[in-house]
Structures are given as C-alpha cells and as structure tokens.
C-alpha cells in the first residue's frame, strides 16, 4: 500500500482529537500510518525548515509561520477572506492588501520544505481551503504523485466566487489536483457551474471538467464518522455523569462560536416557540455550548456580543423559579461530556446558516438510546441534511417561525416515529462512516490519477500540462 500523506493547516496532538477535520483523519491515520504535515504558529522569525512533532501511530512534521504569517494567512486570507466568501457571506470579505499574497507565498513555502520528504509513490491528500494552491506550488516543484484536495467546508455559489478579484486564480488552484471532494452533491453542482460561469468550459461528465484547457475532476464524499464508537461513547458518559437537576425537556446546541452555525437566530427561533407556548408542561430547557473561535477576526467578536446580548433577553423574559430557558457556555467541553449530554438530550437544535457537513448532527443521532431516542432538529443548509432529510425535522435557519415550528414538531412527536427516524439516520452514518468517507475518497483519487499519468504517457510529457480527456465530451457548454 502507498504511503499516505496528509496536509492540512494543524497538524493533530496525541490525544482525543477535535474537530471535525481531525476527527475524521484520525481513525484513518492511526489504522493505516503515514505522514501528516502542517502548520503552527511560531516566533518573529521561525526557522525555514520543517519540525518533527512526536506521534504513536504516524509521522508528523510541522512548518512553524512567523508572526506576520499567521496574521496574513490564517487570520487574514484564510478566515477573513475565503472562510466568508466560501459560506456565501461576501458581506463580510475583508481584502486588504498583501494577505492573498503571503497565503500563496506560505503555500509555497510549505510546498518546498515538504518536497524533500516525498517519495514518488507516495499519495498526497490536501485538506481544506488554508491551503488550496498547495498542489499547483508542488507541480511547480515537479512533483508527479496523485494529490487530492477535500474542501471541509460547503462551495459557495458562482456569485460568491466572483466576489474574489483574483476569481480565475482562485478557480485555477483546483486544476492542479487529480480529484477535488466536496462534502455533497450541491457542492459539486455549485462548484460545475462556479467554472461555468467564468466562462469557457465544457462539460465532460457531471463530475469532470473541461475549463480554459485544465480537466478537472470532482465528486462528493460526505464526511462521516465511527457512529458505533460515538454510542458506546455516550453510553459511557451517562453512567459516569451527574444527571442534570433539571425537569424540563433538554434541548441541545454544540457548535464553534461562528456567525456561520446561525446561533443567534436559533436563540429567536427558541424565543418565538416560548413565546407560542407558554403553558408549564410545554418548557424546554436549552443549553447550547459554543466555545471562542478566532477571537482575533472582528465578526468572531461581533457574533459573540450578539449571543450573550440575546441569551439574557430570552432569560429575562421567559425565566422562572426552577426555570432558567437557556444556559450558554462559552467553553470547549471535553468530548466525552459532549457525548453524554447529546445522549440525554430530547432535541438537538442544529441551525447553521451554511455548514460543508456539520458532524455534530451526526454524533447526535449516533448517541441516542435507540429505544427513546431524540429528535434532530437540522437546517436544510448543512450538509448533512442531504444525507439525513429522511429522518430529521428540516428548518429553515434565516426564520425563527421555522425553527420555532421544528422544535414545536420534535417536543410533540410520539415515540414510534422517533424510533423509524432515529433507525433509517443510524443505518445511513453506519454505511457511510469515517473509514468509508476516507477509502471511497482514497480509491477515486487513485482512478483519477492513473487517467493522468497515461494521458501524460501518451502525450509523451514529462511534467502537467494541458490534458486530453479519454471520456467523450460533452457537446456544448453547461
Ligand atoms: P466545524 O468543523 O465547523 O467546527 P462540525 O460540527 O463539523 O463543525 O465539527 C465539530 C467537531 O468539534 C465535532 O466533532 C464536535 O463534537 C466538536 N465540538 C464542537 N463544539 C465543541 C465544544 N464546544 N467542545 C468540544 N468539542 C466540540
């Protein structure tokens, strides 16, 4: 078996993981081995070369980022740039000058302390949009090897894409890879017609691509997990937690606090629920654990003062002896715990306003009791509502009257159709877990590579260029 080699912006410590990204690497890494590099925030001026960083299971190597790095590439590009525009809020796009191009400059100088370390039969498998140019800079380098990309997040609209002044650069990035996986099949529509739109391109199938003479291959793969261990998680959680004193009915929010995981309108959706029903046997208690994110970038700040300004209003109006409506905690909580307090909740309430595939919607469902499980109460907007319309109760996030509807829905709903729900989303997260996300990702990253290495061969060329397809083209364009 070949060699697997992981890039991504963080590079995960012993230790349970977190995340969504490494949670889902990680059962992969540890089974099969391999090599994972990234990023780490260092000192003013960092050394040019790439650190060992202990590991059990695999290899890992870290390229520390200077200062000014960190502000440009992560902070600045990476989280105040392509993280808006990637969830379609173009509203928010912070351009200023020469953060674009120490994101490029980190991609390359990543890619040329990372060459020496390749072998050629190695498979490289870059993660996430921090470092989308990492394969053209590896071509540059005269690297051969099949190098996949997986976007972790959802691909934005054509109008959003062109909101980048650089959109074809940015849509050029992707040319270099053998395969790019995308969480759902919108995705992969929105990314079609994103080359579409920007003109010249002619569809080869509805996962390839001819566009300004680069092939370019997609598909989607949505992310899953070991919903197995995640219950026998839980399970454990419950015997070893002290119960909460609480008699009302638990509702549950676990997210990073982001302006993209639609908390403060999930509090209005709450509020307009309490609002409809006032009577004692209808109240819910509502605990929703959102720990600090890129506290550096303004809108992380403007979102936080938004949430606590609400969570107080809410209390204020709805609070009783014996009834406090909604509990905000502002910290991580260990993963265990999380497990546990998903296992005893009667609803998730999961409403971002755009998610790539929102994992925390899946642990839910893989935590529940299945003889009383809980309902999901899911936005039609994360990614997982692709995989699990049949068995969540679907809202809209931009509407409180929505979510106040959903809640309505799962407070009332009998336990025989709890249970049929609950079974057919199980089934689904058991068939599609994390090691099957990784194989079937893995395995068409291989198919994809071998159509290039003999385009290549039969081209007589030595490095990429431009491709001749063996698939028949598609007459006319998209
Ligand atoms: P994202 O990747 O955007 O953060 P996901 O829902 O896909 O969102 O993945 C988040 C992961 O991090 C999940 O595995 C979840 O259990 C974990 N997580 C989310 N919130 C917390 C928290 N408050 N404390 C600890 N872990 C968390």
């Given at each position: 078996?070949?060699?697997?080699?992981?890039?991504?912006?963080?590079?995960?410590?012993?230790?349970?993981?977190?995340?969504?990204?490494?949670?889902?690497?990680?059962?992969?890494?540890?089974?099969?081995?391999?090599?994972?590099?990234?990023?780490?925030?260092?000192?003013?001026?960092?050394?040019?070369?790439?650190?060992?960083?202990?590991?059990?299971?695999?290899?890992?190597?870290?390229?520390?980022?200077?200062?000014?790095?960190?502000?440009?590439?992560?902070?600045?590009?990476?989280?105040?740039?392509?993280?808006?525009?990637?969830?379609?809020?173009?509203?928010?796009?912070?351009?200023?000058?020469?953060?674009?191009?120490?994101?490029?400059?980190?991609?390359?100088?990543?890619?040329?302390?990372?060459?020496?370390?390749?072998?050629?039969?190695?498979?490289?498998?870059?993660?996430?949009?921090?470092?989308?140019?990492?394969?053209?800079?590896?071509?540059?380098?005269?690297?051969?090897?099949?190098?996949?990309?997986?976007?972790?997040?959802?691909?934005?609209?054509?109008?959003?894409?062109?909101?980048?002044?650089?959109?074809?650069?940015?849509?050029?990035?992707?040319?270099?890879?053998?395969?790019?996986?995308?969480?759902?099949?919108?995705?992969?529509?929105?990314?079609?017609?994103?080359?579409?739109?920007?003109?010249?391109?002619?569809?080869?199938?509805?996962?390839?691509?001819?566009?300004?003479?680069?092939?370019?291959?997609?598909?989607?793969?949505?992310?899953?997990?070991?919903?197995?261990?995640?219950?026998?998680?839980?399970?454990?959680?419950?015997?070893?937690?002290?119960?909460?004193?609480?008699?009302?009915?638990?509702?549950i929010g676990v997210d990073r606090l982001d302006y993209t995981k639609g908390i403060p309108n999930r509090l209005r959706g709450f509020q307009t629920y309490l609002r409809d029903h006032p009577a004692e046997e209808?109240?819910?208690?509502?605990?929703?654990?959102?720990?600090?994110?890129?506290?550096?970038?303004?809108?992380?700040?403007?979102?936080?003062?938004?949430?606590?300004?609400?969570?107080?209003?809410?209390?204020?109006?709805?609070?009783?002896?014996?009834?406090?409506?909604?509990?905000?905690?502002?910290?991580?909580?260990?993963?265990?715990?999380?497990?546990?307090?998903?296992?005893?909740?009667?609803?998730?309430?999961?409403?971002?306003?755009?998610?790539?595939?929102?994992?925390?919607?899946?642990?839910?469902?893989?935590?529940?009791?299945?003889?009383?499980?809980?309902?999901?109460?899911?936005?039609?907007?994360?990614?997982?509502?692709?995989?699990?319309?049949?068995?969540?109760?679907?809202?809209?996030?931009?509407?409180?009257?929505?979510?106040?509807?959903?809640?309505?829905?799962?407070?009332?709903?009998?336990?025989?159709?709890?249970?049929?729900?609950?079974?057919?989303?199980?089934?689904?997260?058991?068939?599609?877990?994390?090691?099957?996300?990784?194989?079937?990702?893995?395995?068409?990253?291989?198919?994809?590579?071998?159509?290039?290495?003999?385009?290549?061969?039969?081209?007589?060329?030595?490095?990429?260029?431009?491709?001749?397809?063996?698939?028949?083209?598609?007459?006319?364009?998209?």
């Amino acid at each position: 078996m070949s060699r697997l080699v992981i890039f991504s912006n963080r590079v995960p410590a012993d230790g349970p993981p977190s995340g969504g990204l490494v949670v889902a690497l990680q059962s992969t890494m540890d089974n099969r081995g391999g090599l994972w590099i990234g990023t780490e925030p260092g000192d003013e001026e960092p050394p040019d070369t790439l650190i060992p960083r202990p590991g059990e299971t695999f290899d890992r190597l870290t390229m520390p980022l200077s200062r000014a790095e960190h502000e440009d590439y992560y902070l600045g590009y990476a989280n105040s740039v392509l993280w808006p525009m990637l969830h379609g809020r173009v509203d928010l796009l912070d351009v200023s000058s020469g953060q674009r191009a120490t994101y490029e400059a980190v991609n390359r100088r990543l890619a040329k302390l990372a060459r020496p370390h390749l072998r050629d039969t190695d498979i490289l498998w870059i993660h996430d949009y921090h470092l989308i140019p990492l394969a053209a800079a590896l071509r540059e380098l005269g690297v051969t090897n099949p190098i996949g990309f997986f976007l972790h997040t959802p691909f934005p609209d054509a109008g959003s894409v062109q909101a980048l002044s650089h959109s074809d650069s940015f849509l050029r990035w992707f040319a270099a890879y053998d395969l790019v996986g995308l969480q759902t099949s919108r995705d992969v529509a929105r990314f079609l017609d994103a080359f579409r739109s920007a003109g010249a391109a002619q569809l080869i199938s509805g996962r390839c691509i001819r566009w300004q003479d680069e092939i370019i291959r997609v598909g989607s793969f949505p992310i899953g997990i070991d919903a197995d261990g995640f219950r026998d998680m839980a399970e454990d959680a419950i015997r070893t937690q002290t119960p909460p004193l609480s008699s009302h009915r638990l509702m549950i929010g676990v997210d990073r606090l982001d302006y993209t995981k639609g908390i403060p309108n999930r509090l209005r959706g709450f509020q307009t629920y309490l609002r409809d029903h006032p009577a004692e046997e209808d109240r819910i208690a509502f605990v929703q654990i959102a720990p600090p994110t890129r506290e550096d970038v303004g809108a992380y700040m403007d979102v936080r003062r938004e949430l606590e300004q609400l969570s107080g209003e809410v209390n204020g109006e709805f609070s009783d002896i014996g009834y406090v409506p909604v509990q905000y905690i502002h910290r991580a909580v260990a993963r265990s715990a999380i497990s546990g307090l998903l296992r005893r909740a009667d609803i998730a309430l999961i409403t971002p306003l755009n998610d790539g595939m929102n994992l925390v919607a899946k642990e839910f469902v893989a935590a529940q009791d299945p003889e009383d499980p809980g309902v999901l109460v899911l936005s039609k907007f994360a990614g997982a509502a692709e995989q699990l319309e049949g068995g969540a109760v679907l809202i809209n996030p931009h509407d409180p009257a929505s979510v106040a509807d959903g809640i309505r829905k799962a407070a009332r709903m009998p336990v025989g159709e709890r249970r049929q729900r609950h079974e057919q989303m199980y089934d689904i997260l058991r068939q599609s877990n994390g090691d099957w996300w990784a194989d079937s990702y893995l395995r068409a990253l291989e198919a994809s590579a071998v159509i290039r290495i003999s385009n290549l061969a039969s081209l007589g060329q030595g490095s990429l260029g431009p491709m001749t397809s063996p698939l028949t083209a598609f007459p006319g364009k998209l």
